[in-house]
């Protein structure tokens, strides 16, 4: 049987019945095209209305801040001693910023305790001493956090330790140095509470950032020109030294001499001689004058001179004494250097020595038999008392004696124990090497000390060995 061809009515429906369902797709998908085209329209009207973008105003306070920046690092450039530059950092930074009182403080690099500084605002009866003693705790804090600290009300703030009444805000920032390291501290106070904010203590570390560069500079410059002075100075203590200390030891009949002279690092304060007084006497001397270099050296030269001209005078060896002691004490001011002196007359002949020990250590006469005598006849260093009595020592010296005059660098030499080498020790060597000539007696006695104290030396070293033969 045939289908049934559909009317025209059913095909009219049929088509209605399609369009109806395809209409909510295509109705979707034209709103989206429109909606896509709507948002780029909106977009593009939004970029046009925009305004172009532009950059921070640069104001006048900035500008300000700026110039006075470039004048501060400016006026410490041209600064040279440390002082001068530290006055010139405190000036630059008041054109920065208002302060009623600053502190600039440099550390030591060894101690690391602050020791250098310029200060600002203060009173006149404050030292630098009492400042850093009462802000200790706080500067302390700085250095070793190595960050600033801001106090906007020092009166709410148990860190601020009062250094001026009328103080009311204080900022305190490191200066770093190369490598990191704090080298020193800026410390700023107000007289206005809250007169510091964030901002102002950005402009501080800013400021101590640019000019540490320049506290360095001048550090090493002041250390330059101390090694100069000192090596200056050293040269002419060396050459005072040099003509001081005899060029070569005595040859007196029946006797062996010797005699090693070590100074320590820098010229120092030991002084031995031997001064003829007739063809058959002589007097000898050994003596310790505290510190070094040149004023050292010059103790030195004047207790040389005295001597020279006392001894040739041909007076006895306590008048001798007494008038060096009474020529250092007129010079002698409380904690002045002090001088010992063991002096003595050798009578070659006789083989007699008269002495007088002016608190130095005792020389030590070894017997040729074995037992060790302390020549500690005589007083106290010279100097310091007007008047002192003196006693005299007398001794014979038979064949075989040996006669040790020394400084204290060889007794009081130490080792890593903190043990003195001491008396005992040098005689023991001494009557280990008494048969030998006083040279080798000498080297032994400076060996044994090396070997006791290796590296850890501190003083000078001055011996003297009279062997009688």
């Known amino acids: 049987m045939n289908a049934r061809e559909p009317s025209g009515q059913e095909d009219r429906d049929r088509v209605r019945r399609q369009r109806a369902e395809g209409f909510p797709a295509a109705f979707d998908a034209h709103q989206a095209v429109i909606g896509r ?15 172009a973008a532009t950059e921070p105003a640069v104001t006048d306070e900035v500008l300000r801040g700026m110039r006075a920046m470039v004048e501060a690092f400016r006026q410490v450039s041209g600064a040279l001693s440390l002082q ?3 006055e010139a950092i405190l000036e630059g930074l008041r054109a920065l910023l208002e302060y009623d009182a600053a502190g600039l ?10 020791r250098h500084s310029a200060m600002r605002g203060y009173s006149a009866g404050v030292s630098e001493a009492e400042l850093v003693s009462k802000g200790e705790r706080l500067l302390r804090r700085v250095m070793d956090a190595g960050a600033p600290m801001l106090i906007a009300d020092v009166a709410s703030d148990r860190r601020y330790i009062e250094a001026r009444a009328s103080t009311r805000s204080e900022i305190v920032v490191p200066i770093i140095g190369s490598g990191g390291r704090v080298i020193g501290l800026l410390d700023l106070e107000s007289d206005r509470k809250d007169s ?11 400021f101590a950032s640019g000019v540490a560069a320049a506290i360095e500079r001048a550090i090493l410059h002041a250390e330059m020109m101390a090694a100069r002075r ?9 050459s005072v030294m040099e003509g001081i200390l005899p060029p070569t030891t005595p040859q007196w009949e029946g006797f062996d001499v010797a005699v090693v002279h070590e100074p320590w690092r820098q010229v120092g304060g030991d002084y031995y001689d031997f001064i003829p007084i007739d063809g058959e006497r002589w007097a000898l001397a050994i003596a310790d004058v505290a510190g070094k270099g040149v004023p050292a050296a010059l103790l030195v030269s004047a207790l040389w001179a005295s001597l020279h001209s006392l001894t ?5 060896v306590r008048s001798v004494i007494n008038k060096v002691n009474r020529f250092f004490h007129e010079s002698w001011r409380e904690g002045g250097r002090l001088v010992t002196l063991f002096f003595a007359e050798l009578d070659i ?7 007088i020990n002016a608190g130095h250590p005792p020389a030590l006469l070894l017997r040729q038999r074995g037992d060790c005598e302390a020549l500690s006849s005589g007083g106290p260093p010279l100097g310091p008392l007007e008047a002192p009595h003196y006693l005299e020592g007398l001794v014979h010296l038979g064949a075989g004696d040996v006669l040790a005059i020394y400084t ?4 009081e030499a130490v080792n890593a124990a903190d043990e003195e080498y001491g008396p005992d020790q040098l005689s023991r060597v001494l009557c280990e090497h008494r048969a030998e000539s006083a040279s080798r007696i000498a080297r032994a006695v400076m060996e044994d000390v090396d070997r006791f104290s290796r590296s850890l030396r501190s003083d000078d070293r001055t011996l003297v060995i009279v062997k009688a033969l």
């Open 84 to 86: 001068e530059t530290l």
């Open 105 to 114: 403080y440099v550390s030591d690099p060894e101690t690391g305790r602050l």
């Open 408 to 411: 204290d660098g060889i007794t």
């Open 312 to 316: 040739r005078n041909e007076l006895a």
């Open 196 to 206: 510091y904010d964030p901002l102002s203590l950005e402009l501080v570390r800013v």
């Open 349 to 355: 002949r006789a083989r007699q020595l008269l002495y």
């Open 37 to 51: 085209d709507s948002a780029n329209e909106e977009r593009a009207m939004m970029i046009e209305e925009r305004p």
């Open 230 to 238: 000192l090596e200056t100075e050293l040269a002419i203590a060396r």
